[in-house]
């Protein structure tokens, strides 16, 4: 099965500091996307970072960047100057099927301590 | 941005009863809506893809005949569930794109379904 994995059940960072939040995949293709997405406690779901797999220059989004691998299929997200709103569940996710669905990983719970 | 909503946001039912809810795109296009479902602390679990006009795709292991998906317009998508039992309470939430999984999906709340 294709998976993504998530190994980092919860992380903490402090206010205003950096954290990165790991992710690997599993894939057969060679062209896909990749997405990080928050689940604040709202358990609406946020987009917060999209890759394209074919693209070798990592994605940034405002304090949000990824350092895609392709190769050891590594696709980190990294939070700039945390803030206390970033709290939430983070989803790795990658697209398969032809671009036909999305999988996504367990996620990570981030903490953020004031 | 593009806005998904979906509705209920929740819903008590009884078991034996079918449910419907409602997923809509509210400035935008969607050709292809998803269904998923989340258990507590867990991650988002596809049901099926849908796709304006045409039959959804079930992912392994769930029941079509159970979880009803209708995609009758470019905006909206239901999902029944039908003959509920407790075992089917969770959280459903939809996610609409523009151009199927390549593109971005924007999400709906949600929908909290308890079966009694």
């Known amino acids: 099965a294709q998976t993504v994995t998530q190994s980092q059940p919860e992380m903490s960072v402090q206010e205003a500091e950096t954290v990165t939040l790991s992710c690997t995949y599993d894939?057969?293709?060679?062209?896909?996307?990749l997405f990080w997405y928050k689940q604040p406690p709202s358990r609406q779901m946020i987009l917060v970072i999209r890759?394209?797999?074919?693209?070798?220059q990592n994605a940034t989004e405002n304090r949000f960047s990824v350092n895609f691998q392709k190769a050891a299929k590594s696709f980190s997200l990294k939070i700039s100057d945390s803030q206390l709103g970033d709290a939430a569940m983070y989803f790795c996710?990658?697209?398969?099927?032809?671009?036909?669905?999305?999988?996504f990983g367990i996620g990570t719970k981030l903490q953020v301590i004031p | 941005g593009a806005v998904v909503s979906q509705h209920p946001s929740w819903v008590i039912c009884k078991s034996g009863t079918s449910v419907k809810i409602e997923c809509r795109s509210l400035?935008?296009?969607?050709?292809?809506m998803f269904w998923y479902r989340q258990f507590p602390k867990q991650s988002l679990m596809l049901m099926a893809t849908?796709?304006?006009?045409?039959?959804?795709?079930?992912e392994q292991g769930v029941e079509k005949d159970k979880f009803l998906i209708n995609h009758a317009s470019l905006t909206l998508s239901t999902l029944t569930v039908t003959s509920a039992h407790p075992e089917d309470s969770s959280f459903y939430i939809c996610?609409?794109?523009?151009?199927?999984?390549?593109?971005?999906?924007?999400f709906g709340p949600g929908t909290r379904l308890t079966v009694l």
């Open positions: 890759q394209e797999a074919y693209k070798q």
């Open positions: 996610s609409a794109s523009a151009q199927g999984a390549a593109d971005t999906q924007y």
């Open positions: 996710a990658r697209s398969s099927g032809g671009y036909q669905k999305v999988t």
């Open positions: 400035d935008f296009q969607a050709t292809t």
């Open positions: 849908s796709n304006e006009g045409s039959k959804a795709t079930y």
């Open positions: 894939t057969s293709e060679s062209d896909y996307y």
